[in-house]
């Protein structure tokens, strides 16, 4: 009866509170600025000490399973029919690509170095991208940029509309039916869930602790610290190697910054790609484009209400 109350005073007049409370504070076009990069984390991964072990992807798991999805079952049936049921609530042991489950997983590459057939592999998980358009082009304002770079999805506020997966050019956040606002506020209208993808372990950065995936490696392939620091040492090490860099410029730059003996171009004709396994080729910085500057300019004051609202409906439920 209290959740049902909490709903039809959100309905009939929270909404209208919550977005006058909103409008007072509407982001501006200062919200579209890219961000400093000096004060962003950046990490690199060196290809050529990865084993494939799968330690980090065991320690991902260990660490986020209280923030993995407990959907309800059946789930609504949304209106139009189109927009697809995406259940991995059965299928949580997979771990050969990315799902709301799986937040990092192990690629392989057969490559050819000094003459040899060679096995490298990669970890992929999010790339945080320096300017990311999952965080200025979610309508709802779920997605966020933490001060030092880590882009989140904010699971108490995601309707599962999936444009962060739309706009992202590794098409990274993973969608799980059946969970999220939608199911209080439209069920059968809304979103149909709420994307997933890695935080960075936000929470533990935020207490001078490293990612777990980090600290579990046994061969030390990654390593975290500012942007500009990370970048330098890429560099450095590419020399060393006479190796290549990724995440350097790719999509405006990310602070995923990966160093390979080959180029990546022979890396991505090898590795398996498709529906949660993101490629490796060049990626063009999306939030130049005129389009995407122009859609984060319209949705920038709406996510600013939509947060506010569902800030405001968590509390009366």
Same mark, same amino acid.
């Given at each position: 009866?209290?959740? +049902?109350?909490?709903?039809?005073?959100?309905?009939?007049?929270?909404?209208?509170?919550?977005? &006058?409370?909103?409008? =007072?504070?509407?982001?501006?076009?200062?919200?579209?600025?890219?961000?400093?990069?000096?004060? +962003? #984390?950046?990490?690199?991964?060196?290809?050529?000490?990865?084993?494939? !072990?799968?330690?980090?992807?065991?320690? !991902?798991?260990?660490?986020?399973?209280?923030?993995?999805?407990?959907? +309800?079952?059946?789930?609504?049936?949304?209106?139009?029919?189109?927009?697809?049921?995406?259940?991995? =609530?059965?299928?949580?042991?997979?771990?050969?690509?990315?799902?709301?489950?799986?937040?990092?997983?192990?690629?392989?590459?057969?490559?050819?170095?000094?003459?040899?057939?060679?096995?490298?592999?990669?970890?992929?998980?999010?790339?945080? !991208?320096?300017?990311?358009?999952?965080?200025?082009?979610?309508?709802?304002?779920?997605?966020?940029?933490?001060?030092?770079?880590?882009?989140?999805?904010?699971?108490? #506020?995601? #309707?599962? &509309?999936?444009?962060?997966?739309?706009?992202?050019?590794?098409?990274?956040?993973?969608? +799980?039916?059946?969970?999220?606002?939608?199911?209080?506020?439209?069920?059968?209208?809304?979103?149909?869930?709420?994307?997933?993808? !890695?935080?960075?372990?936000?929470?533990?950065?935020?207490?001078?602790? #490293?990612?777990?995936?980090?600290?579990?490696?046994?061969?030390?392939?990654?390593?975290?610290?500012?942007?500009?620091?990370?970048?330098?040492?890429?560099?450095?090490?590419?020399?060393?190697?006479?190796?290549?860099?990724?995440?350097?410029?790719?999509?405006? &730059?990310?602070?995923?910054? @990966?160093?390979?003996?080959?180029?990546?171009?022979?890396?991505?004709?090898?590795?398996?790609?498709?529906?949660?396994?993101?490629?490796?080729?060049?990626?063009?910085?999306?939030?130049?484009?005129?389009?995407?500057?122009?859609?984060?300019?319209?949705?920038?004051?709406?996510?600013?209400?939509?947060?506010?609202?569902?800030?405001? @409906?968590?509390?009366?439920?």
């Amino acid at each position: 009866m209290g959740q +049902q109350i909490s709903r039809r005073l959100f309905l009939k007049g929270g909404l209208a509170a919550a977005a &006058g409370v909103a409008a =007072s504070s509407i982001p501006g076009t200062e919200a579209l600025a890219r961000p400093d990069e000096s004060k +962003q #984390l950046a990490t690199l991964i060196d290809i050529s000490k990865c084993t494939g !072990c799968e330690a980090c992807v065991d320690a !991902c798991s260990e660490v986020n399973s209280a923030k993995y999805p407990d959907p +309800q079952k059946p789930f609504p049936k949304m209106y139009p029919n189109r927009v697809p049921v995406e259940d991995w =609530s059965d299928k949580q042991d997979v771990n050969d690509r990315l799902t709301p489950y799986n937040w990092l997983y192990i690629q392989h590459a057969e490559v050819e170095i000094n003459g040899e057939e060679t096995e490298l592999t990669i970890p992929r998980r999010c790339m945080h !991208c320096a300017n990311p358009p999952c965080v200025k082009l979610c309508p709802w304002g779920a997605a966020k940029q933490l001060e030092n770079g880590i882009s989140r999805i904010d699971s108490d #506020l995601c #309707l599962g &509309g999936s444009k962060c997966k739309k706009v992202c050019p590794w098409d990274i956040p993973q969608r +799980q039916t059946g969970t999220g606002l939608y199911l209080d506020l439209m069920p059968s209208m809304a979103g149909n869930g709420v994307m997933y993808k !890695c935080d960075r372990c936000y929470e533990k950065v935020a207490e001078g602790e #490293l990612p777990a995936c980090i600290e579990a490696c046994p061969e030390d392939v990654q390593t975290i610290g500012p942007r500009d620091e990370i970048i330098k040492k890429a560099h450095a090490l590419a020399k060393e190697i006479n190796g290549y860099i990724y995440g350097e410029n790719e999509n405006g &730059g990310t602070n995923t910054i @990966y160093v390979s003996p080959v180029p990546f171009e022979e890396l991505n004709k090898t590795i398996e790609k498709g529906k949660g396994k993101p490629h490796l080729e060049p990626v063009k910085d999306t939030m130049a484009q005129a389009n995407n500057l122009a859609a984060a300019m319209i949705v920038a004051p709406i996510a600013g209400i939509a947060a506010a609202v569902g800030k405001y @409906y968590k509390r009366t439920r």
